[in-house]
Nanobody, 121 residues
């Protein structure tokens, strides 16, 4: 069984910073891409950023230049550094990872439980 556990959310004023972490644990053979998504009230879940095992990154236009994704493969952990936060960044942030649980299995998408980020104006 695989678990993704996020931490680091909270309340911050506009212009402030937060750092989210997401640690994968359990029966893990390898982790391919990892990423962060977010869902604001009344809106669909949207992609924020992804990072491959080799470190290639992709960002939504709305966060480019403000957010930075990184990962520690030895710790099966992905991070999201969020700077210059805006009220429109308020959402529940979800961690996602493509994980293989054995050498013979295909990768499966796993989700964390979500962590709330609230940016006040």
């Amino acid at each position: 069984q695989v678990q993704l556990v996020e931490s680091g959310g909270g309340l911050v004023q506009a212009g402030g910073s937060l750092r989210l972490s997401c640690a994968a644990s359990g029966s893990i053979s390898s982790i391919n891409a990892m990423g962060w998504y977010r869902q604001a009230p009344g809106k669909q879940r949207e992609l924020v950023t992804t990072i491959t095992k080799g470190g290639s990154t992709n960002y939504a236009d709305s966060v480019k230049g403000r957010f930075t994704i990184s990962r520690d493969n030895a710790k099966n952990t992905v991070y999201l550094q969020m700077n210059s936060l805006k009220p429109e960044d308020t959402a529940i942030y979800y961690c996602n990872a493509d994980i293989r649980t054995s050498l013979w299995s295909s990768a499966t998408h796993y989700w964390g439980q979500g962590t709330q980020v609230t940016v006040s104006s």
